[in-house]
């Protein structure tokens, strides 16, 4: 049976849908400090400033929040084409489409738990203007100096009722290999998916919501821990609502401060610190209730609405 | 005798000349992330989100870099007249002043080595505006999220011909401790004066030049060294010209990183991390030759411009 | 009326009470990176590694917790000469006696509340040991690169019943000004005392527990806030219990974590970042019953221990 | 042709030849805070509190400085078992060996310019003991708040006289991509070579001496540039030699730090930051000799030392 760990590269970009998406593109630029490639119709698309290819982040205007797509790169067009056809026998499919922004071919499937995704391989990769170049070469675009100076998209978290059943389509089907999950006796609560060195591209937690497809927050990685602690303070000067943090997880030990950008969808500043996972066979972390009951790493208590919140909200839907 | 190691509260704003005006007002706005409190005529007023005082900066259009003044504020009022009659007596003074931005009276005098310099106690306060206000009571305007995110002013750095008089007028006119000190056998090369519990506010060093009055730089604080890495960042990505560091002095042990400004001159970020001088009868740190040829802290050589370079530059006054 | 501002220089050093001797200088040793200075008796005399004097921190074995008696230093011979004529008038004199550990004198008194000072000028600077010299001439003695690696005594944090006595007492006899106080519409709830440049010194809260002379922790400094982040996981692999944090409190914006250290008392591990206060005529800043019920400056919420755990605990008394 | 981009696993040890045994087993233990996992007749075996293997650095004691061997692991069994066999079709394989430490096999073979490496696949990971044992179950072993707190290895660095070759023989033979290049007109002067997500593993410049095989330096990652600060004063508080930083290097941004080993080897103390490289078709980043002529990031000059220094030195082989 063919081995799946390495046959995906990275998370790629994730479209959220915002009410307020003037609001929300000012969140991602001047508090964050991203870029803007792309404003047509009701979308904005950014990257952080280390992000290589065009677009990280597709922010669309609409009705209630959540997420529109998300989509992984493969490792290569070999990859690619064998991972749709593994998509295919599953029936879970709905074909290929001219990737948006000059990217080439994509391939469209909804997981289990109903969300939109896309895999492709060819790609567009960003070319800095005179304006945007870097002074070090090996920069994707300049440092900006602005706000939270976010370097580059690292991970996605969403929800959904059937865990087991997104970790098996995940891992028996599109590949990457499951660094740590929270498993209680009547199933898994929380699955951490890696696809290269990164300690995770996603996790999904559990949904007691009842409802499908739920975005829980899209994560952007900043140099330092210090740079957490900073962007609290712009978070706070900002009247961003902080959610939680800046506190250290005990799963996966990420850095975090969590905050909900203007349009209510929830974002998270992470350091990475020197942490990876270099072990090509290794051994997934497994928690159990009690661990979890602990807290965070340094015993903050996890706030009610992390286990809870996601987007859209059920009263964005009535 | 009296002590006057208590009679200055801190070392309180200095007038830079620049050539570039506008450049140099885009350096500390939009590069330092200070703010304006008044544009007027030739000159711009600064200041650091928590600079307590209406300005701790101000920029005037001149045909060559160097500084129009700098100045200290007293510790009390008591404190401001009899520091004035000790002036009078050595007969370096020249009269009360309207201090400007409505700050008060003011009394200016000039150092043994030609620095134009004003006392005063009576203060302009920064208010903050809606705009400014910060979420914390306690800090006096928001923090910016921009560029560097510097504090407050921590101290200048002067030049000047004869050490030895320059020393004897600032301990013995007034007021302040020598918390460090280079000696060599033929002279002092450079003095620390502290007037509080940082490790100083002023620093002067020797002037080979044949000028006077001349200049060296200003040091504004930023709240990490982490920042102080950062801000190289910014200065690179943004073509300012970084003269020497970050690295650590082994001087008062500053970490510092220093710039050309725009208009020629050398400005500091720096921070101080938790050093602090409390004791109050803090015996003088003397460095001689051979302790001075090691370089810095973890032995990078200064570079020959820092013991030569001061503003106004020689070619400037031609 | 004479201005009391600057009688006094800084908070010199507390003496804490333990029932477990050897644990506690373990924990202020291994993971805080202290050295003893002396050990003798019952007791243990400690200082951080740029303390200047001999210690900072006694221990002294007691079968419970809390604070033995803490000392402040004046600024001056004629201060202490002063204050402790304005101390027997208040009628809370103890009276003069030989300090310990070689300092010279020392005048003892009791607080309003109960708590034992002693106030002296005559010190006992640190003199480096071969060993424990530091590279850098303008250090007290060796960075140890162990554990936390606390940097310098910051302040003190007491429990008192009656506040205002206590407010009255320390700035119309002792000295200081009031930079933050917590004031409610039935009196006030804390307050914060900074003798030099310092943000605070001394900061006393309110009593609920119906004992006096209470103690509520002791503050060391490291040189930034990646260290209390540092620190947070020294102390989670070493079974020390965090209370809470790291988080930046609201009230003076200390970056703060709070241990327990293996006797039962608290001990704050903290970073000032580059805030002092230097206007000398600072305008207290006043929190009222509203803004306190924000939480810290972050959003986190203050646990309840920190609101009603001080030393000695009532069951420690039965 | 076969893909060999993702073949190799990760940098995996490191055999460190040093005259002073005993003093370069007290550097890495007592001030870069690693733990000894094995101590045999003349070796010591040493890994990092997240390292998870038996060990990533092994000192031998021997007459002169250098490197005994180094190791890779493969991202699997088969492809260890297809790099050997285009080893041995190169000519360069010595033959498989039991693998010291109880790992299992290792096929040794030399580079074009002699050095002597292993590859495998069948690893020992560390199983901590109720000593070593992290508070937090995803961590190797117990953060150890001693030192410089290094958490994993993270590159090498060798010397080679005909860069083409052994550039040639690592992506035509071995693997990996070449995230970055030095190229002059006669020829590359520098390779860094990446095999997972990190920026490189493996790095190799230009030998001047004559010599073959030699090392230039191995480097351990810490969790912050904080932390690469601290180093540096511990290096400074402890004699070890500081050869150039803390400070940006311009190819691959590693913030970094260099010491002398007692024994004499290079060892260099980094933090990655956030950079990642997630390309699967990263192009490489090409530097010329003007662009190297600028030094490192933020301007420092490259020391000397560091291009010509490797171990063995010459004369130790006299």
Redesign the interface.
Known sequence: MK?LT?EL??IAHVELYTPKLDQSIRFFTE?LGMYVTKLEGDSAWLRAY?D??HHTLKLTAHKHTGMGHFAW????AESLQSRVEAIEKMGLGIGWTDHECDYGKAYQFRYPDGHLCELYFD?N?YRATEETK??????AS??P?????V??L?HLNLLAKDLAGFRDFQFGTLGGRMT?TIQFEDGPKGVWVSV???TYDLAVTEDHSGLNGRFHHVTY???????V??A????????IF?E?????H????T?FLYLYEPGGNRVEIA??????I???D??T?V?NKE?RSKGQ????KTVESFHTRGTPMPDELL
């Open positions: 081995n390495w590269a990275h508090l280390d290589y290819e790169r493969t490792r290569s790609s990769k870097s002074a070090l070469k090996n920069t300049k440092f100096g602005k706000g939270m100076n370097r580059r690292d740590e290269n060195s990164k990685a900043v140099n330092s821990r210090e740079e602690l900073i609290a303070d712009i978070a706070l000067e900002n009247d902080i939680t943090g800046p506190h250290k005990a799963i996966q030990q850095f350091n990475p610190t020197a942490r990876l270099l072990d090509p290794y051994e972390i928690w661990e790493a340094w015993g903050l």
